[in-house]
C-alpha cells in the first residue's frame, strides 16, 4: 500500500515549513510564484490530496450539505436533488443524500448522521409521520441551517421552499370545471401534511366560487397501492365519476394502474389530470393533463435561500414557485 503523501512530507523534501507548503496550495499572494510552482509540481508528482476529514474536523465545516427525504421514488426528488447538487458543484460544495423510507426514527438517524459528518446545511423533506422538528431546530441553533422543501411542518419559524400548492390545486379545479365535469373523484395524499391540507382548500374552494354544483369524491392515498384501490372502488359502483383528480404523482400511478386494469378510456371514459413535475404525465398516450410542479426549479430556490442562510440571514422564510397549466389530451 502506497504511504500517505502528507503537507509534512512536501516540506521536508523542499526544506520549508508546513505553513508555507499549506499556502502555496492555496494560491496565497504572500507566497512567491517560484515556490507556489515547485510546490504544485511536486503535489502533482507524488499525487497528493488533501486529508479532507482533518479538514472537517479544524473548520468544523465539511462543504457538504445533506439531502433528507423519505425516498428516491419519483422524477420530483430527482430532478430536485439534480438541481441542487448541481448548483452545489458550482459553488465548491458535495451532496449526501440519505433517504428515510418515510419513517420518523430512520428520518432521526439521518439527522444525526448530517451532524455527524458536520454538514454545511440541510435540505429535508420531512416524513408523512413526522410531528415533532425539534431535532431539525436543534440543528439550526447549532449553526447548521435547514430548508424543508416539498413536504414542510406546519410550524411557522422555519425556511420553506415550496411550490405554489394552492395555486396548481386551484388551476387544476379550474380545468375541471372549463370542461364541465358533474362528478369528480379527487384523490389526495396524507391528510396530516400541510401540503395536503393547502391544495385541498384551494381545489374545494375553487368549485365552490365557482358554484358549478359538481360533486366532488374526496378520498386521501398514503401510497400508489392505496389510491389503486380507490380508483377500482370508485368505478364499481353504479354511479362513475367522470374525472379523476390525482394531487401527486404517487397518486396518479396507482390511480392509471386501475385506470387500465379497468380497460377505462381517457378522456372518452375519465377525464384525468394531477398536480406534476411533469415526467410521469408524458409516458402515457394520451398525455396526462397537468399542473407543473418543477422540482428543478424548486431545487434552484431552495439552494439560494440556503446560502443566504449560510451567508448570515436568520429570518425564517417561505418561499414558492409559480405553477402553469400544461394541457395533454386527458381531460
Do not use: W
Not at 439521518?110 to 454545511?120: A, E, G, I, P, T
Not at 447549532?142 to 424543508?148: M, S
Not at 425564517?316 to 414557485?321: G, T
Request: proline share 3%.
Amino acid at each position: 500500500m502506497k504511504p500517505e503523501v502528507t503537507l509534512k512530507k512536501l516540506a521536508v523534501m523542499l526544506n520549508l515549513s508546513v505553513s508555507t507548503i499549506s499556502r502555496a496550495l492555496k494560491n496565497h499572494p504572500d507566497i512567491s510564484a517560484e515556490t507556489r510552482t515547485k510546490v504544485k509540481e511536486l503535489a502533482t508528482v507524488l499525487e497528493y490530496e488533501p486529508n479532507a476529514y482533518a479538514i472537517h474536523l479544524r473548520t468544523n465545516n465539511s462543504k457538504e450539505f445533506g439531502i433528507v427525504i423519505p425516498a428516491i421514488s419519483s422524477y420530483f426528488y430527482h430532478s430536485f436533488i439534480s438541481s441542487v447538487e448541481e448548483e452545489a458543484r458550482r459553488f465548491g460544495y458535495s451532496v449526501i443524500i440519505l433517504q428515510s423510507g418515510d419513517d420518523p426514527v430512520l428520518e432521526q438517524e439521518n439527522l444525526k448522521k448530517c451532524k455527524q459528518n458536520r454538514v454545511s446545511g440541510v435540505f429535508a423533506a420531512i416524513t408523512s409521520k413526522t410531528e415533532d422538528i425539534q431535532s431539525f431546530l436543534k440543528l439550526e441553533n447549532q449553526q447548521i441551517p435547514v430548508i424543508f422543501f416539498d413536504k414542510v411542518p406546519a410550524f411557522e419559524a422555519c425556511n420553506k421552499v415550496c411550490v405554489a400548492d394552492g395555486l396548481a390545486a386551484s388551476m387544476a379545479a379550474e380545468a375541471l370545471i372549463l370542461k364541465k365535469k358533474l362528478a369528480v373523484l379527487s384523490i389526495f395524499g396524507n391528510k396530516n401534511l400541510s401540503i395536503t391540507k393547502k391544495r385541498l382548500k384551494s381545489y374545494t374552494d375553487t368549485f365552490k366560487k365557482h358554484k358549478t354544483g359538481t360533486e366532488i369524491f374526496t378520498f386521501h392515498a398514503g401510497n400508489t397501492e392505496e389510491a389503486f384501490q380507490i380508483v377500482l372502488q370508485a368505478f364499481a359502483g353504479q354511479s362513475k365519476p367522470d374525472a379523476v383528480f390525482c394531487m401527486s404523482d404517487e397518486i396518479l400511478a396507482g390511480a392509471m394502474k386501475a385506470v387500465q386494469k379497468l380497460a377505462l378510456r381517457f378522456p372518452k371514459d375519465v377525464g384525468i389530470i394531477t398536480i406534476s413535475d411533469g415526467y410521469l404525465p408524458k409516458i402515457y398516450y394520451p398525455e396526462i393533463s397537468y399542473t407543473e410542479t418543477s422540482g428543478h426549479k424548486l431545487g434552484k430556490l431552495a439552494f439560494s435561500r440556503m446560502l443566504a442562510c449560510i451567508a448570515g440571514s436568520t429570518v425564517a422564510q417561505e418561499l414558492s414557485i409559480d405553477s402553469k397549466l400544461i394541457e395533454g389530451g386527458s381531460l
